[in-house]
């Protein structure tokens, strides 16, 4: 029988090999009891992962994303490792946002962009260049 640490590290290997597979991952256990310990198993074993630090430079950063990013479901007696954007939920909300999805540091970036731009008064993207006038009296003719 393996022991804790090693279930916790075979768990945590699906939860990153499922993060890396398209689809997720799927468990197929003979009872429902057995899907439900494996749920737990999977739960538990990033339990850590998913309360730590993500800049903490001991948090493991994939597996970090992957717990943050991917969900337990039970189907039947089959328990499924799967991304966010590959449940119903995850699906309805890219169609409600269309193409336009930005994660949170994404739209911070585009949020101090703005703020930069309004500050200097340059143009937004997609506005036509702005031309440079000097208003100096130096760089003007006087006939």
């Not at 290997?13 to 197929?28: H, M, N, V, Y």
């Not at 730590?52 to 001991?58: I, T």
């Not at 490792?81 to 739209?107: C, F, P, W, Y």
């Amino acid at each position: 029988m393996p022991s804790d640490t090693s279930m916790k590290a075979m768990a945590q290997t699906a939860w990153l090999k499922a993060w890396r597979t398209e689809g997720g991952l799927s468990f197929p256990c003979p009872t429902e009891a057995e899907a439900i310990r494996m749920r737990f198993t999977l739960y538990n074993a990033v339990k850590a992962i998913r309360k730590a630090d993500p800049d903490d430079p001991r948090t493991p950063k994939e597996l970090w994303q992957a717990v943050q990013g991917m969900t337990v479901r039970m189907e039947g007696t089959t328990v499924r490792l799967v991304k966010h954007a590959d449940t119903n939920v995850g699906r309805l909300l890219a169609a409600a946002a269309g193409s336009e999805i930005m994660s949170a540091e994404d739209q911070a970036a585009a949020e101090a962009e703005k703020r930069l731009r309004e500050r200097l008064d340059l143009p937004g993207p997609g506005a036509p260049a702005a031309t440079a006038v000097r208003k100096t009296p130096y760089y003007t003719r006087e006939g």
